[in-house]
């Protein structure tokens, strides 16, 4: 009946950049020229500075699991102890993979929603000193919780052991100082805050983590850290990148760099901030009320709805995809995404949907209440006037 335009509203795949879509349209060059070679190398560039880091950024075609796979393949020997700090559908992940490659994983985990503590890692540190390596979520994007990664990488730092940070969703949402905090790895994918499309991983190594790499003795052979770092200074690749998307990449962190990455962060977490004010106005339960990241919000759907519904009405009614829990989450929860190219006029939309959506599935809302405590969130943040309080 009424238009209703696409919308991509989930925490990956995010929004995309559209000089960056158009960028790949000149696809049709080859990854073997003096051309691609400049772009590539550019790009690679462009990614160190916004990720803030002097370290090897090695990228890779893949989603971001497999950074997350070559990260652990390549690194470490099999029976190495390492700790998991796992929080979410992510922090199992690492679990998964680590096992996969025959690590002996000590987990320390946390409840969904909740975020795993710092003094629990340096305790398991103390009373583990053969531990190889800590895996972790910057943003476990599965619940919106963030990981204090600062006090734990300075922790790692004391140790023998490596710090891998899954920053997929963390890049671009939360300040992460890679050289400054011991963070030896750090991963991010194309997807999330890098505004284009899946396909692409990338991962800084520390000279610390390229250390281990010289003795671990785990199969690998298409994700070689070692030989992709020295490919990726020449400007080559080890095997066909994926063109279109490093073009694409090359126009986001042409944007990126031009507003700044602290610009970015500020923005994903403005936008967290007044969704969290919203939920709260309309009466709803935020899923990760103790630590909630920036790269989403996970609001609980009112007691006796299913968030199906809501991501339904969404879809339905208005054309725009919104996630819904993972596992055990599924039905529980439903999740807002900030990272990369969101606005508030995004938000004011987003929220002003749900209220609607809200009321007819029977969670009866005074519509505009939560639209206001989005505007007095933006236009304190925005000096159009003085903070006040809705009635
Ligand atoms: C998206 C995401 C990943 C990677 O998922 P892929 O589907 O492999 O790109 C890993 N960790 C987190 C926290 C994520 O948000």
């Known amino acids: ?38 772009i590539y190398q550019s790009a690679l560039a462009d990614l160190k500075v916004v990720m803030g ?37 992510f922090g199992e992940r690492w679990s998964g993979i680590a096992k996969a490659y025959g690590l002996r994983v000590t987990e320390l985990t946390a409840p969904y929603g909740d975020a795993v503590k ?11 000193t053969d531990v190889k390596g800590v895996f972790i979520q910057a943003s476990e994007s599965s ?3 963030a990981h204090d990664v600062k006090t ?14 899954d920053a997929i969703t963390g890049l671009g949402t939360m300040p992460l100082d890679i050289e400054g905090w011991g963070l030896d790895v750090v991963i991010g994918g194309s997807q999330k805050a890098f505004m284009i499309p899946p396909g692409i991983a990338f991962l800084s190594v520390s000279p610390k983590a390229w250390k281990m790499e010289e003795t671990s003795d785990l199969p690998h052979f298409y994700f070689n850290l070692k030989k992709e770092a020295k490919n990726a200074a020449a ?33 994903a977490q403005l936008l967290a901030k007044a969704t969290r004010a919203a939920a709260v106005a309309l009466g709803l339960e935020l899923f990760t009320p103790h630590s909630p990241g920036a790269a989403v919000t996970a609001i609980k ?26 596992g055990e989450m599924k039905g529980r929860i439903f999740r807002v995404a900030h990272l990369g190219y969101f ?6 939309a987003v929220v002003a949907s749900l209220e609607m959506i809200l009321d007819a599935n029977g969670h009866p809302v005074k519509f505009g209440t939560g639209v206001a405590a989005v505007q007095e969130v933006y236009a304190e943040a925005a000096g159009i006037r003085q903070p006040v309080h809705v009635e």
């Open 118 to 128: 710092p003094a629990a890692v340096i305790a398991a540190l103390a009373a583990n």
């Open 343 to 348: 606005d508030f006029m995004d938000l004011f």
């Open 235 to 267: 400007g080559e690749s080890s095997w066909t990148p994926a063109t279109s998307l490093i073009l694409a990449l090359a126009e986001a962190l042409k944007y990126v760099k031009s507003i700044g990455m602290a610009q970015l962060i500020d923005n």
């Open 53 to 89: 880091t002097s370290y090897d950024v090695v990228p890779l075609v893949s989603s971001g699991s497999g950074a997350m796979d070559a990260s652990v393949s390549n690194l470490f020997s099999k029976g190495d102890h390492v700790i998991v700090c796992s929080a979410g559908k």
């Open 143 to 145: 619940t919106g919780a």
């Open 152 to 165: 734990i990488g300075e922790a790692v730092r004391k140790t023998s052991a490596i710090f891998i940070v």
């Open 1 to 38: 009946m009424h238009i209703k335009k696409q919308r991509l509203l989930t925490p990956g795949p995010t929004p995309l950049y559209p000089p960056a879509l158009h960028a790949m349209m000149a696809s049709d060059l080859h990854h073997r020229t003096e051309d691609f070679r400049k």
């Open 301 to 326: 759907a009112p007691a006796g709805m299913d968030s199906g519904k809501i991501v339904k009405g969404f879809r339905e009614r208005f054309g725009a995809i919104i996630a819904n829990g993972q």
